[in-house]
C-alpha cells in the first residue's frame, strides 16, 4: 500500500526556516511528482508546489517563490520542504502528496496524501 | 492566477442528493478533481480526471463538468459523507493547480 509518511510537529519562532520532510513507501519514488498543499486554520487547502523526484527539477506558486525550496533524497525515498523567514501567517498544517507520473500518464490528481505536518509559528 | 469558488455549505437529509458545485475561469488542459476531508484527517481523492472514481470509492460520488462549472454529485447521501468537499482544477504541467474554497456537507 502506498504510504507518505511526515515528520513531526514543529514550533517556530517568526523568521527562522522549517522544513518537513515526507517519505514514501510501496512505489517507485522517483516516478511521480510529489507535491506540497497546505491548510491554514479553520481554512481551505492551498498548493504550494511541486517536485519532480528523478530530476529534481520544481514549480513552485507564485505566492511562495522565493521563500519555499523543495528537495529530495531518493537515496531514502524521501522529499523536503523548506520555508523561510515564516510568520504566524504560515501556521498550518502542511501536506505532501503523490501526483503524477513524470512521463507519460493519465490526470491522476492527487491520489495519495501524507498525514500532515502541523507547523507552528506564534505570534 | 485562477480563482475558483464553492458555495460554504450544503445540508441534505439521508438518502436524498447532494450537489456541490464548484465554478471559475477554466484553462486549457483542465481536469477537475474530487477530495473528501474530515476533520483532523488528510484529503481523500473521491474523483479524478472529472469523473472517475478512485479504486475504493463507493458508486453513490460521480462527477461532472461544464467547462466553468464542475460538479461532485452524492446519491443517498449517508452520515458517514458528512464532511469537507474540495475541487481542484489542474492541468498537469505544474502551472496551474487551484483549489476551490471547500464546501462543509452537513447530513441532517
Known amino acids: 500500500q502506498v504510504q507518505l509518511v511526515q515528520s513531526g510537529a514543529e514550533v517556530k519562532k517568526p523568521g527562522a526556516s522549517v522544513k518537513v520532510s515526507c517519505k514514501a513507501s510501496a512505489y517507485s519514488f522517483t516516478a511521480y511528482y510529489l507535491h506540497w498543499v497546505r491548510q491554514t486554520p479553520g481554512q481551505g487547502l492551498e498548493w504550494m508546489g511541486r517536485?519532480?523526484?528523478?530530476?529534481?527539477?520544481?514549480k513552485y506558486a507564485q505566492k511562495f517563490q522565493g521563500r519555499v525550496t523543495m528537495t529530495r533524497d531518493t537515496s531514502i525515498s524521501t522529499a523536503y520542504m523548506e520555508l523561510s523567514r515564516v510568520t504566524s501567517d504560515d501556521t498550518a498544517v502542511y501536506y505532501c502528496?503523490?501526483?503524477?507520473?513524470?512521463?507519460?500518464?493519465?490526470?491522476?490528481?492527487?491520489?495519495?496524501w501524507g498525514q500532515g505536518t502541523l507547523v507552528t509559528v506564534p505570534s | 492566477s485562477y480563482e475558483w469558488t464553492q458555495a460554504p455549505s450544503v445540508s441534505v437529509s439521508p438518502g436524498q442528493t447532494a450537489r456541490i458545485t464548484c465554478s471559475g475561469d477554466a484553462f486549457p488542459n483542465q481536469y477537475s478533481f474530487w477530495y473528501q476531508q474530515k476533520p483532523g484527517q488528510a484529503p481523500v481523492q473521491v474523483i479524478y480526471m472529472d469523473s472517475e472514481r478512485p479504486s475504493g470509492i463507493p458508486g453513490r460520488f460521480s462527477g461532472s463538468t461544464s467547462g466553468t462549472t464542475v460538479t461532485l454529485t452524492i446519491s443517498g447521501v449517508q452520515a458517514e459523507d458528512e464532511a469537507d468537499y474540495y475541487c481542484h482544477l489542474s492541468d498537469s504541467s505544474g502551472n496551474n493547480e487551484v483549489f476551490g474554497g471547500g464546501t462543509k456537507l452537513t447530513v441532517l
Open positions: 502528496a503523490r501526483g503524477e507520473k513524470n512521463y507519460g500518464d493519465y490526470p491522476r490528481g492527487f491520489d495519495f
Open positions: 517536485i519532480n523526484p528523478n530530476s529534481g527539477g520544481t
